[in-house]
């Protein structure tokens, strides 16, 4: 499969600019022949709003993307805000080629604490013909949740973020090293720039089943694009089958 990640900055709560980004990306992905394309954490309204729920997409925005991305023929990862009766989570949706829905597990920070309701269940789907799973930000820093997706038999995992300096250690090392550890693929799409208090690492990279890294992005707007490689049972860890609980 061809994987495509958007880094850019974030919309910072302009709905207008963010819908007309994503189907920017969509088309290039699209003309690329990628089969996905992930997008940063709460792209719509923007991470680092103030109130993200009171610009949360609605459902008639959500169906307009999806609809967007079917012509497209790429299945898109959006990263948004949403509203379910009183609660309000951090959440990715597969729209597109694939239907899917993720509320974020790992919360961070108090903001986020104060803001989000944390999720309480994975999502796996099927996406050309590779299993599939989301995480959000946080939670690809946490090694039990990529144990228990490959345990599923997750060979791709597709990450939003909105990761923040000083952190510059998670797209470098942490990112790779949970997809070699694991024998999964994962891309990773964050922002770059600056958003209010907040200054981005960028970093966005797609990481293979082996660790290689296939594509990564620096500190600046970038549409990744590469080729996932055939997985080489040889060389695809085995961490999961010989762990000795103590």
Request: a negative charge; charged letters at 15%.
């Amino acid at each position: 499969m061809r994987i495509a990640v958007l880094q850019c900055p974030s919309p910072s709560g302009d709905a207008e600019r963010a819908v007309s980004g994503a189907r920017m990306a969509l088309r290039a992905a699209s003309a690329a022949g990628a089969g996905v394309l992930v997008l940063p954490e709460v792209f719509l309204p923007g991470y680092n709003c103030a109130d993200p729920a009171a610009a949360a997409p609605d459902a008639a925005l959500l169906e307009e993307l999806h609809a967007t991305a079917l012509v497209a023929g790429c299945a898109l990862v959006l990263g948004h805000a949403e509203r379910e009766g009183d609660a309000v989570y951090n959440s990715a949706s597969v729209l597109g080629t694939a239907r899917a829905r993720y509320h974020k597990v790992q919360l961070y920070g108090p903001r986020e604490r104060a803001l989000y309701t944390p999720g309480d269940a994975y999502c796996t789907f099927d996406l050309g013909g590779l299993r599939a799973a989301l995480l959000i930000c946080y939670d690809i820093e946490f090694a039990p949740h990529i144990k228990a997706l490959a345990d599923q038999g997750v060979q791709l995992i597709l990450c939003p973020t909105a990761n923040m300096m000083p952190f510059v250690h998670v797209p470098a090392h942490t990112v790779p090293a949970m997809a070699a550890n694991h024998g999964l693929a994962i891309a990773y799409a964050n922002y770059c720039g600056s958003e209010g208090n907040l200054t981005y690492t960028g970093g966005s990279l797609i990481a293979g089943p082996h660790g290689e890294v296939l594509a990564q992005a620096g500190q600046h707007p970038a549409l990744l694009i590469a080729d996932l490689p055939p997985r080489d049972p040889s060389r695809l860890s085995t961490q999961s089958l010989d762990l000795r609980t103590l």
